[in-house]
Antibody, heavy 119, light 110 residues
Framework: QVQLVESGGGVVQPGRSLRLSCAAS????????MHWVRQTPGKGLEWVAV????????YYADSVKGRFTISGDNSKNTLYLQMNSLRAEDTALYYC????????????WGQGTLVTVSS | QSALTQPASVSGSPGQSITISCTGS?????????VSWYQQRPGKVPKLMIY???NRPSGISNRFSGSKSGNTASLTISGLQAEDEADYYC??????????FGGGTKLTVL
């Protein structure tokens, strides 16, 4: 069955970097679009980024463009989110999600990894 | 990338039907059929309930249905049950090649 397991979250100071990982199993990463979505504790969901199944395209929310980079390693079946120049407002639970019948559908979600940006 | 507009809360009694609206613009909901709905119970991961406006994933009860008119998509839950109490989020593809979520609606089953 499809499983997504995020890791790499933690407490980081403003301006520093962090890399999140999402280990996928039950499917091949290279055949689906993959997303990152975040949720501020007690608040709503915010889409962060998507990468195409073949890695040829990636798109970002305006709030993270230029600071975050989404990528995948097909040999490890793992998705990444490199987060640079972190801000307090980036504090959230970060979920990775797998696309479905098309890239813009998030069909499966991981359990999330918590990122706290604080001095 | 303004969030889609959802009512903050809705409520209904067991057995009743409720509808949650999700209003966007011609840049998202109005011009694309890539609207999805997610259910999120407290402390849990979002669960896909409706995709591509009207489609139900395998295993989702037919009490859940989706529709769209103009710039507004809707999720209807019929025969309301206590287990339906949760937060519901809509999302849509946008002309900027992004996804945008609604602010979420808290459903209370009275």
């Amino acid at each position: 069955q499809v499983q997504l397991v995020e890791s790499g979250g933690g407490v980081v100071q403003p301006g520093r970097s962090l890399r999140l990982s999402c280990a996928a199993s039950g499917f091949t990463l290279s055949t689906y679009g993959m997303h990152w979505v975040r949720q501020t504790p007690g608040k709503g969901l915010e889409w962060v980024a998507v990468t195409w199944y073949d890695g040829t395209k990636e798109y970002y929310a305006d709030s993270v463009k230029g600071r975050f980079t989404i990528s995948g390693d097909n040999s490890k079946n793992t998705l990444y989110l490199q987060m640079n120049s972190l801000r307090a407002e980036d504090t959230a639970l970060y979920y990775c999600g797998r696309g479905g019948t098309h890239v813009w559908l998030i069909e499966y979600w991981g359990q999330g990894t918590l990122v706290t940006v604080s001095s | 990338q303004s969030a889609l507009t959802q009512p903050a809360s809705v409520s209904g009694s067991p057995g009743q039907s409720i509808t949650i609206s999700c209003t966007g613009s011609s840049s998202d909901v109005g011009n694309y059929n890539y609207v999805s709905w997610y259910q999120q119970r407290p402390g849990k991961v979002p669960k896909l309930m409706i995709y591509d406006v009207t489609n139900r994933p395998s295993g989702i009860s037919n009490r859940f249905s989706g529709s769209k008119s103009g710039n507004t998509a809707s999720l209807t839950i019929s025969g309301l049950q206590a287990e339906d109490e949760a937060d519901y989020y809509c999302t849509s593809y946008t002309s900027s090649n992004t996804l945008v979520f609604g602010g979420g609606t808290k459903l209370t089953v009275l």
